[in-house]
């Protein structure tokens, strides 16, 4: 399927050799590069071995090509927000910036997915219930 994640603020390519690549800095103020795959809901991130997440930190996500914070604020909940094209389609995707917590959610002009074993918990935030 034909697919492209960029920066909602500069627009920038962030999918490059079927990856999506974020500066990202944790909770002791390291930062690192993280790879993600396209296939919302896996959360098996790339990064190098000495740049360390610890399970439930807080994860600053960055677009690598303006700089710019990609959290959104839902509640409580501290969610990366990037936009996706898919078939002529233009998408918003959030997902958890807590390391561990598996949720993401793909929003279209007429939809709404949830992904990942954790998403339930973020639905109301949209006031819709989640279509599989
Ligand atoms: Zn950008």
């Given at each position: 399927?034909?697919?492209?994640f960029y920066?909602?603020?500069c627009?920038?390519?962030?999918?490059?050799?079927?990856?999506?690549i974020?500066s990202t800095?944790n909770?002791?103020?390291?930062r690192?590069?993280?790879?993600?795959?396209?296939?919302?809901g896996?959360?098996?991130a790339?990064k190098h071995?000495?740049?360390?997440?610890?399970?439930g930190?807080?994860?600053?996500?960055f677009?690598p090509?303006?700089h710019k914070?990609l959290?959104?604020?839902?509640?409580?909940?501290?969610?990366?927000?990037?936009?996706?094209?898919?078939?002529g389609?233009?998408y918003?995707?959030?997902f958890?910036?807590m390391a561990?917590?598996?949720?993401?959610?793909v929003?279209?002009?007429?939809?709404f997915?949830?992904?990942?074993?954790?998403?339930?918990?973020?639905?109301?935030?949209?006031g819709?219930?989640?279509?599989?």
């Open positions: 399927m034909e697919r492209d920066c909602p603020f627009h920038g390519q962030l999918f490059i050799n079927e990856r999506i974020f800095q909770e002791k103020g390291q690192g590069l993280v790879l993600l795959t396209p296939d919302l896996d959360y098996r790339l071995p000495s740049y360390k997440i610890e399970e930190e807080h994860i600053d996500f677009c090509i303006c914070n959290i959104v604020e839902r509640g409580d909940k501290k969610l990366t927000r990037i936009m996706m094209m898919e078939t389609e233009e918003e995707v959030l958890s910036q561990g917590e598996r949720s993401t959610y929003i279209g002009d007429q939809s997915h949830a992904f990942g074993e954790d998403a339930e918990e973020y639905t109301n935030f949209w819709v219930t989640p279509s599989y």
